[in-house]
T-cell receptor, first 113, second 113 residues
Framework: SQQGEEDPQALSIQEGENATMNCSYKTSINNLQWYRQNSGRGLVHLILIRSNEREKHSGRLRVTLDTSKKSSSLLITASRAADTASYFCATDFSGGGADGLTFGKGTHLIIQP | EAQVTQNPRYLITVTGKKLTVTCSQN?????MSWYRQDPGLGLRQIYYSMNVEVTDKGDVPEGYKVSRKEKRNFPLILESPSPNQTSLYFC????????????FGPGTRLTVT
């Protein structure tokens, strides 16, 4: 299946800094979603951005979508230790089929106090 | 509280011994799915269901069965588990397929010896 791919695979920053993660995909999408997973737990939905949107905000999160480059970025501002988690992008491809979202392999973010 | 529950949370079993992992949601969602998560491979969809009595294969359905007799329940059945099915399993539900956020259960960590 056509996974999105997150970059980098792992990221370690100091508390208070901003963290940026990227997601690239291969075919046209209806929407793209970002999820967070704390170690070994279920994924939690963060934000959904539709193909006709370019930017969305939710609290300290900012997501951008560039459909011409087939890429998205997730920015977490003023990071906190509690932001330590894995972050996944998930894409809803517009090419038909009925299998819902396709998840990438994730970016593991570590916030150092 | 809106939630997806899975049982058991942890299971160690032996090769060939049939097992069922239950999944239940209280949000009246039509769409439910099962994923497995393995290191380096991300989340891969096993089966999904668009509604009662409607199920279909995801990316990695071999060795698994599902049923959807009631809207709220979507059990995952391993009729003859093998060691390569050792994994972390997640059930998820949503109001629709790709255009809605998915709610994930807490996960079931399965070890097959």
């Amino acid at each position: 299946s056509q996974q999105g791919e997150e970059d980098p695979q792992a990221l370690s920053i100091q508390e208070g800094e901003n963290a940026t993660m990227n997601c690239s995909y291969k075919t046209s999408i209806n929407n793209l979603q970002w999820y967070r997973q704390n170690s070994g737990r279920g994924l939690v939905h963060l934000i959904l951005i539709r193909s006709n949107e370019r930017e969305k905000h939710s609290g300290r999160l900012r997501v951008t979508l560039d459909t011409s480059k087939k890429s998205s970025s997730l920015l977490i501002t003023a990071s906190r230790a509690a932001d330590t988690a894995s972050y996944f992008c998930a894409t809803d491809f517009s090419g038909g089929g009925a299998d819902g979202l396709t998840f990438g392999k994730g970016t593991h973010l570590i916030i150092q106090p | 509280e809106a939630q997806v529950t899975q049982n058991p949370r942890y299971l160690i079993t032996v090769t060939g011994k049939k097992l069922t992992v239950t999944c239940s949601q209280n949000m009246n969602h039509e769409y439910m799915s099962w994923y497995r998560q393995d290191p380096g491979l991300g989340l891969r969809q096993i089966y999904y269901s668009m509604n009662v009595e409607v199920t279909d294969k995801g990316d990695v359905p071999e060795g698994y069965k599902v049923s959807r007799k009631e809207k709220r329940n979507f059990p995952l059945i391993l009729e003859s588990p093998s060691p390569n099915q050792t994994s972390l399993y997640f059930c998820a539900s949503s109001a629709g397929r790709g255009s809605h956020e998915q709610y994930f259960g807490p996960g079931t960590r399965l070890t097959v010896t």
